[in-house]
């Protein structure tokens, strides 16, 4: 069309714009030819395009894009544009920015929709704010969107990860449709991250009587909470789950929390072999929470083995270096030897 010489109406312009949102995050520079290529359009000014492009650099993570298109709607932005930028804060990590901009959609008279409300909770599930995420649910229940799937799945996660656990199981239990996994999944971290493994357990189990799958997504949550819990046991168990019962492929996350998990708890010569097993190549972050296990433990064989393959994915890294120096000079060289026998 362009090639053409044909200029995209509004109606086409915001179709792409959301196909964009909706499609992996863009680069950078390709934010920035998105950008001019509404601007050439002459449609910028159209709210229903602010609110696409807002959309679009919501989920590309552009920060700095967002927030000047959002001030360029001055007093204008409506309920839609309110939500696109508490998603954005909160899938940035700016959680605080986030609840400020959802209390304002209230104080403005707006009315959330369930997307509001899920990216609310989103925010307070990281900050673990009991009290903000309690207020959230009560206007969630005013507004009517208290059977909401998605705003369920919400509220569990955020529940589970306050450790309100009782509250989480009562809203899941009260759910209709339990065939979403990532309500099953946020019922099963809740317990996971609060070491009530035996909970956990028995609803993975039940999920799978009911036939909902769990997805790769489910492990890392679990394997992850697990991993913080410092719970080795049961992280094996559903690493096996996953990869030998299920058949599910294992990726660099999954191998990465097991492997930290067993290398903090001093199995190193366990987390080593797992190493040479992974099906994936593993990345430097997971050489390096292996050398500085191993470090913390005194086994100098796996450090140095861990050190040589940091070293080759990055040579011009000093850090590798100096852990592995500091390795040998904590651990005398009899120690070392026995404890990487």
């Not at 109406?9 to 792409?16: D, G, I, Q, R, Y």
């Not at 954005?88 to 959609?105: D, F, T, V």
């Not at 969107?145 to 306050?162: A, E, H, R």
């Not at 996953?242 to 190193?268: F, K, N, P, V």
Request: overall charge negative; hydrophobic content about 40%; glycine content about 6%.
């Amino acid at each position: 069309m362009l090639l053409d010489g044909t200029k995209p109406n509004k109606v086409t312009l915001v179709t792409v714009l959301n196909a964009c949102a909706n499609s992996q995050a863009l680069p950078a520079e390709e934010v920035a030819l998105v950008r001019s290529l509404v601007a050439q359009s002459g449609h910028e000014p159209d709210f229903a395009v602010k609110n696409a492009l807002l959309n679009l650099f919501g989920k590309s993570g552009s920060l700095q894009d967002v927030e000047k298109t959002f001030e360029e709607l001055d007093d204008c932005w409506d309920v839609i544009a309110g939500t696109v930028m508490v998603s954005a804060y909160s899938q940035l990590g700016l959680w605080r920015k986030s609840l400020e901009l959802y209390h304002r959609i209230l104080l403005e008279g707006m009315k959330p929709s369930p997307t509001t409300f899920v990216a609310a909770l989103t925010s307070c599930s990281s900050l673990a704010t009991l009290p903000v995420g309690k207020a959230i649910h009560a206007t969630i229940a005013e507004a009517g969107c208290s059977s909401t799937p998605l705003v369920q799945s919400s509220l569990i996660n955020f529940y589970g990860k306050c450790g309100s656990l009782k509250l989480a199981r009562r809203i899941f239990e009260a759910m209709d449709d339990k065939t979403m996994v990532n309500s099953w999944t946020a019922v099963i971290t809740g317990y996971a991250q609060h070491g009530e493994m035996e909970h956990a357990r028995k609803i993975f189990e039940r999920m799978q009587q009911e036939g909902v799958k769990p997805d790769e997504v489910t492990f890392i949550n679990v394997l992850s909470a697990c991993s913080h819990a410092g719970i080795v046991e049961d992280a094996c168990y559903f690493f096996i789950a996953m990869t030998q019962e299920l058949g599910l492929a294992a990726g660099i996350e999954h191998y990465g929390c097991l492997i930290d998990l067993l290398g903090r708890s001093g199995w190193l010569n366990e987390a080593e072999a797992l190493v040479k097993k992974m099906t994936v190549q593993p990345d430097s972050v997971l050489w390096s929470s292996l050398l500085g296990s191993s470090r913390v433990h005194g086994n100098v064989k796996v450090a140095k083995h861990a050190a040589q393959r940091l070293i080759e994915l990055e040579p011009e890294n000093a850090a590798s270096y100096v852990q592995l120096s500091n390795t040998y000079t904590v651990w005398k060289p009899c120690d070392a030897a026995t404890r990487s026998a």
